[in-house]
């Protein structure tokens, strides 16, 4: 139960006002800056196509994207900004390919990337290093969020299909940099942050900046409020011409009430609900605490040739307090057992879920080698690699206790709490050492050959910890992914390609008393064949692909009720299968783009004929996303902007017997530079849901049980930034 839901808590709290101070009381101070200020960060677009930037996501170094067999997707600081995103599922719906899966208040972010979730354990990257997404991402010091989709083996060890998200850290400015800013979301929301660079020494070779904010949490859905801050510095040297040291840390703490998923009602899908709602709403219930510190150090070094030697460790350490009034299931007045849904009339089974002092514990260390050299006629960039990670993880005892009966409209407000401990937790400790080896072949201008392969040796280890039955659970395996791509490029500015590549999943069979087969292990093998375009005509860009991937699945078999009556085991496959489309066009003052994802989703050979064929849960078959951007020549500096995202039905249940239907949201938004006592200020403020709309935004069939959660309510944003 330590992955059921969660929630934040703490007695030390960061009061708004001091995130208003700090924004700009520290900028108060500063020198005026000029306007051109040389910051490195991405213009305020999802980069699709030729225009598009090195993404190291991709696992090409520097190239960028346009010219690689991958498909990606960068989101960009200004465009969260614009956005208004406060967190990383925020900034998900301006691509097609990417969605929700179980995302709500106060609990961390699940991203769906073609079809497929997001691993938090194992898909997530920090400027290329792996880390645990268990936790809440803090963006203010994130440069851009890059977004890998599809099958991720030549990138990863172990990781679930469907893409890799890497978070690039903001480093040292060249020139100064000076900001603040100030933001407010519906109802009473309010974030203040500081962004300050400078160098200094002989030839300005040491750089340091430091990112500071401190939020107040009071959203529209009830019985939420949190707060949360953030401190981060990272500083680089540069020791000489061609070599560069860069250290960071970064520490982070949010502490709010997460908000449960509503359910079927019996065998129906209800109306949708109020969104403000909060079924999390006992006098009991203590917030869900998330906190983090992670640091890294990274050496770069210039060697013969146009070669370059890199060495970059990292480690995190996390700590949460997982606590929640949670809805699960539901015993109807005459009996009847609903085990992963609420009752015909409403009513749900509330229990006092608490697992206090979990631990998280993740290390990396890699050392790489790139650069390029030239057989004859052929250019080759070749790259390898070795990466060793350490995971440890310890848990406490945990609660999950019944409480009594809730009802949906959230009227039951006084069920007693139940907090006294009732079963044990697992520990978990892993090692992985990974060797790879890429190499792009050019024969010419137009043709290159991809190759990238990664091996993978692996030890897991996992422990109840119960000293009178600890179920241990130890295990060993090696793994080689292959990539294989080719490019053609027809006409400059111009792409055609062909790639194949194997991702691999590494799973045990649990050590719980019921599972006959407990300490069994499974490698799920997944494979994704991708054809795709890039290009791009004066003003417009483009980038189109065709994919397939198979993952296989796993299920439990037999009663599974008593000791020793379930078994593991795989148990067919799902197969998505879809086309994607993304272009970009500039028009005089106006800037269009347009993204369109057609997904068939099916589940294939499983034992169970009634979910045999079905569409995943959860997974729409199209999506769409526009964004409009005019600039307003009357008045210079204002950008009115306009989206909308819209999504098909989705699946409740694995038999495919029940449904949510599909909606559509408009949000709208302005952006206004301007300038104000020598200071370049931009003000944003934009208004999401324009309509209101009420509808079931998505249904994850999770923990064993069938969730619905709402589309937001419309909701009111207004944020400055000052450049001083």
Known sequence: MAHLHRKHTSTHRTPVAFA?????????????????????????????????????????????????????????????????????????????????????????????????????RFNYRRDGLPISAETSIALDNKERIEVLKGTSGMQAGTSAPGGLVNLVVKRPTSAPLRRASLEWHERASLTGAVDLSQR???????????????????PKVRDARGERYLAAIAADWRMSADALLEAEIETSRRSQPSVPGFSLLGASVPAPVDPRINLNNQAWALPMVLQGTTASLRWQQKLAEGWKFVAHAATQRLASDDRIAFPFG???????????????????????????????????????????????????ALAAGMLHGRVRNRFGLQTFAYSGTGHIDGSITDLPANPTPNDFNTDRDE??????????????????????????????????????????????????????????????????????????????????????????????????VELGLKGGAGEAEWNAALFDIRRPRLGDFGDCDLDGSCIRRLDGEQHHRGIEIGATMALRDWTLRAGVQWLRARVQGPADPTVDGRQPTNVPARTLELQAEHRLAAL???????????????????????????WARIDLGARWHTHWAG???????????????????????????????????????????AEL
């Open 200 to 218: 200094f020494g002989e030839g300005e070779a040491f750089g340091v900046r430091v990112n500071a904010a401190a939020a107040h949490f009071e």
């Open 636 to 662: 210079p500096g204002l950008t009115l902007q306009a989206a909308l995202r819209a999504e098909s039905r989705r699946q409740v249940l694995p038999d495919n017997s029940v449904q949510i239907p599909g």
């Open 330 to 380: 539901c015993t109807d007045s005459d009996g009847t057992y609903y085990a992963d849904r609420f009752c015909p009339n409403g009513d749900f089974d509330l229990y006092d879920f608490r697992s206090n002092g979990e631990r998280r514990r993740s290390d990396a260390l890699e050392l790489g080698v790139s650069g390029r050299l030239r057989t004859g006629a052929i250019e080759h």
């Open 20 to 120: 208003i101070a700090l924004a700009f009381s520290t900028t108060a101070h500063a020198q005026p800056q000029q306007e051109t200020q040389q910051e490195t960060q991405l213009a305020p677009v999802v980069v699709q196509g030729r225009a598009a930037p090195a993404a190291s996501v991709a696992g090409w170094g520097d190239l960028p994207l346009s010219l690689t067999p991958i498909q990606a997707a960068v989101f960009g600081t200004d465009e969260a900004r614009d956005r208004g995103a406060q967190r990383l599922s925020d900034v998900a719906g301006a691509d097609a390919a990417v969605s929700d899966a179980y995302n709500t208040e106060g609990y961390w972010d699940y991203l769906t990337v073609r079809g497929f979730v997001i691993d938090n």
């Open 679 to 721: 200071s370049a200020l931009t003000w944003r403020a934009g208004v999401d849901n324009l309509a209101d709309r009420r509808a079931w935004r998505e249904s994850p069939y999770q923990f064993g049980h069938a969730y619905l959660f709402p589309l937001a309510p419309r909701t009111f944003r207004l944020s400055v930034q």
């Open 431 to 528: 090692r992985s050492t990974e060797l790879s080896l890429r190499d792009a072949i050019a024969f010419d201008a137009r043709n290159t050959l991809w190759l990238g392969l990664r091996h993978t040796r692996l030890h897991r280890r996992s422990e109840r910890n119960d000293p009178a039955d600890p179920r241990t659970a130890d295990y060993r395996q090696s793994f080689t992914t292959p990539f294989v791509a080719a490019s053609h490029a027809w006409a400059p500015g111009q792409l055609a390609y062909a790639s194949w590549g194997r991702g691999v999943e590494s799973d045990v069979a649990p050590n719980r008393a019921r599972y006959a087969n407990a300490g069994q292990t499974f490698t799920q093998t997944s494979r994704q």
